[in-house]
């Protein structure tokens, strides 16, 4: 059990009473916990069904740019801990895949980080696809990326969990979405947090 917040770096029970720091194994403090928005609600994308867990606001923002780019691998379990349980029982049977990264990315964090952050869910994972370009998916290039994505293989599990970080327009992953539907498959979708323009949906 860590001591330590893995974001602040304060006391686990600095903010919190000893008696939450010795029951929950929560990596973050309860300081760091509450600032993240939960937005639990499902969103439609391009006809697409997408559970979605917090708001993308600027605590957020941080945390996830201190773990992708500041390559702090430490915080790996701060993003799905409420909800790892939770994810486990509703999906149970479903292989849990995830949006790749670019091979560049990947190389230069040294990690795949939606693999380490769903190591703690109780899922069957696989990596499952491929980004055919390694291509930015800043400005228009977010919408080459719905042909930019391809399978690793050609059988592909009945029933897919298809997870993201963070979903803005949505246009990678409706494209990881294709990539791997079938007509005899079915696929869930979550992405961890949204981005504030889907607040109305």
Not at 13 to 35: E, G, H, V
Not at 132 to 137: F, G, T, Y
Not at 138 to 166: E, H, W
């Amino acid at each position: 059990m860590p001591i330590r917040c893995r974001y602040c770096d304060e006391l686990l029970f600095k903010n919190s009473s000893m008696i939450r720091y010795l029951l929950n194994d929560d990596p973050l403090c309860a300081r760091c916990r509450q600032s993240l928005t939960k937005s639990i609600k499902t969103i439609n994308v391009q006809g697409i069904k997408i559970n979605t867990l917090y708001l993308y606001d600027d605590h957020f923002r941080s945390l996830i740019i201190q773990y992708k780019e500041g390559n702090d691998e430490a915080l790996k379990d701060c993003f799905l801990f409420p909800f790892k349980r939770m994810i486990a029982q509703k999906y149970r049977g479903y292989t849990l895949t995830w949006v790749p990264s670019s091979n560049s990315k990947l190389t230069r964090r040294g990690f795949d980080h939606m693999a380490k952050m769903t190591e703690g869910i109780r899922l069957e994972k696989r990596a499952l696809l491929y980004k055919i370009h390694d291509r930015s998916q800043d400005g228009n290039d977010r919408y080459k990326m719905q042909s930019n994505f391809a399978c690793l293989t050609g059988r592909l599990p009945s029933k897919i969990l298809l997870i993201d970080d963070v979903i803005t327009t949505g246009a990678s992953f409706c494209g990881a979405y294709r990539a791997l539907k079938r007509p005899n498959n079915t696929i869930k979708c979550i992405t961890v947090a949204h981005s504030s323009h889907f607040i109305n949906q």
